[in-house]
């Protein structure tokens, strides 16, 4: 099955800083990778989001790029704020809302 | 988000009881999806089904059951033969890109 590795596993980075998190996958079949945003005892929301077809996608101050080759896939938040600071989850899709797999998540952290 | 809901926020087990969070949701999906969260850990899938009075085993089922009865109604039960239930649940139904989730439950065994 489908494999996902984050990393890092948490992250710190001084308000203004830009934050990169990364995401490998294993199973060629995947071709959809959404970002999700998740604040304490909250429910994940979707922030961004790349189809196998693309190689970046970018909305405000989020980007995502995607190498398919390399398996690999980033999610990139410019000029950080405070109201960043969050679990982020990468998921890769092979088929089917059944055939998702979820990476480990990154806590951020956004120091004023 | 407002269309899917969980019932209760918090919830607290003895050992040896089995116990049903609820999932609800007035968006008229077919499908619906029962996650589960540890710290440290991405989601896992439970359950899913596809259609009324039919679903299936996710990863990680032993020790949990679900029911279909109504489209708009997917409980799950944590029951007794589940060794390690505390856990953040996490109900979910596919949007137009990706799933949508509800605000979860948090059981807690004491």
């Known amino acids: 099955g489908e494999n996902v590795e984050q990393h890092p596993s948490t992250l710190s980075v001084q308000e203004g800083d830009s934050a990169v998190i990364k995401c490998t996958y294993s199973d060629s079949a995947s071709n959809y990778f959404p970002w999700y945003k998740q604040e304490l005892g909250k429910r994940p929301q979707l922030i961004i989001d790349i189809r196998s077809n693309v190689g970046e996608k970018k909305d405000q101050r989020i980007a995502v790029t995607l190498n398919k080759t390399a398996k690999h896939f980033s999610l990139h938040i410019t000029e950080t704020q405070p109201e960043d600071s969050a679990v982020y989850f990468c998921?890769?899709?092979?088929?089917?809302?059944?055939?998702?797999?979820f990476g480990t998540g990154t806590k951020l952290q956004v120091i004023p | 988000d407002g269309g899917i809901t969980q019932s209760p926020k918090y919830l607290f087990r003895k050992e040896g009881q089995n116990v049903t969070l609820s999932c609800e949701q007035n968006l008229n999906h077919d499908a619906m999806y029962w996650y589960r969260q540890d710290p440290g850990q991405g989601l896992r899938l439970i359950y899913y089904?596809?259609?009324?009075?039919?679903?299936q085993k996710g990863d990680i089922a032993e020790g949990y059951s679900v029911s279909r009865e109504k489209k708009e109604s997917f409980p799950l039960t944590v029951t007794s033969a589940q060794k390690n239930p505390t856990a953040f649940y996490l109900c979910?139904?596919?949007?137009?890109?990706?799933?949508?989730f509800g605000p979860g439950t948090r059981l807690t065994v004491l």
């Open positions: 089904s596809q259609i009324v009075n039919d679903f």
């Open positions: 979910a139904i596919p949007g137009a890109n990706t799933q949508y």
């Open positions: 998921a890769a899709y092979s088929g089917g809302y059944q055939k998702v797999t």
